[in-house]
């Protein structure tokens, strides 16, 4: 069974703004898909609406077997809790709080709604804290965990981000191009902590112009050209032996 399945989405902003105009795709456990396309073909807007950020006008979005919209209704989640995760282009991390409050303030927030918080909340918050210290090793900024966004480099801001998505165990994991709003010298170190995931096998969706790294890091690449899906298959197939003419267009443009 596929963990993510999209069936003919479809959104518009008013009358004359067609964004997704049928996408389809799915996603196994453990699968890797990046998304490729050139400015205003949709795929921003496409992480949107799996992440409850914009309401599809149409289509189908089911994780796990799960139907989570259908039809123009979305349906309630799972104990209100989303199975998406989202890193941002611009990291989105508040700047109030330390680095280790960022990725511990959602899960914070979620579990004062659990009915069992006030008879079990020095275990609760303890296991929220404990996994938060697994997840800012893992993205190696545990040294940092006291610091505050303001005190930290693009590249580390945008580690602390992936740590905070990862911190409420998502099904999928959305990354909307997570490089772009930093420096080549900082690129690499986001880079290598998504590659690390990919390794790991958690199931990602990842938005990029890193095409070199789309290739390498992705199990299937999805081209996007003004709302639809125009090709998709495995990175060799996709980038070795495009079928589509748009296709081989765009990535002619980026090898220059």
């Known amino acids: 069974m596929s963990v993510l399945e999209v069936r003919n989405l479809k959104k518009s902003f008013g009358k004359d703004t067609v964004v997704l105009k049928g996408v389809d795709f799915s996603l196994e456990k453990g699968e890797t898909v990046a998304i490729i396309g050139s400015s205003g073909s949709g795929k ?6 799996l ?17 989570l919209f259908d039809g ?5 989640q799972r104990g209100g809790r989303l199975p998406f ?3 941002f282009q611009a990291f989105h991390l508040f700047p109030q709080y330390t680095v280790r409050e960022n ?14 918080y006030r008879a079990n909340r020095r275990e609760i918050l303890q296991r929220i804290d404990d996994e938060a210290t697994r997840l800012l090793g893992q993205v ?3 040294a940092q ?47 290598r902590v998504i590659r690390s995931l990919a390794e790991r096998r958690m199931t990602m969706i990842v938005v990029t112009h890193e095409l070199q790294f789309a290739h390498d890091v992705s199990d299937q690449v999805i081209f996007l050209e003004r709302g639809v899906v125009a090709e998709s298959g495995t990175p060799d197939e996709l980038f070795l032996h495009p079928k589509n003419d748009r296709t081989r267009q765009f990535l002619a443009a980026y090898v220059k």
């Open 72 to 76: 123009g209704v979305r349906t309630a």
């Open 85 to 87: 995760g989202l890193v």
């Open 140 to 142: 190696g900024l545990l």
């Open 51 to 67: 992440n409850a950020l914009e309401q599809p006008d149409a289509g189908c979005i089911r994780v796990a077997g799960e139907t």
């Open 103 to 116: 990725v511990t303030l959602a899960g914070r927030l979620q579990a004062k709604r659990r009915p069992d």
């Open 44 to 49: 921003t807007t496409l992480l949107r609406c």
């Open 145 to 191: 965990q006291d610091r505050y966004p303001g005190q930290l480099s693009g590249g580390q801001q945008q580690r602390v981000a992936i740590a905070r998505a990862l911190a409420l165990q998502p099904d999928v994991l959305c990354f909307d191009e997570p490089t772009s709003a930093l420096d080549p010298e900082l690129t690499g170190e986001v880079l």
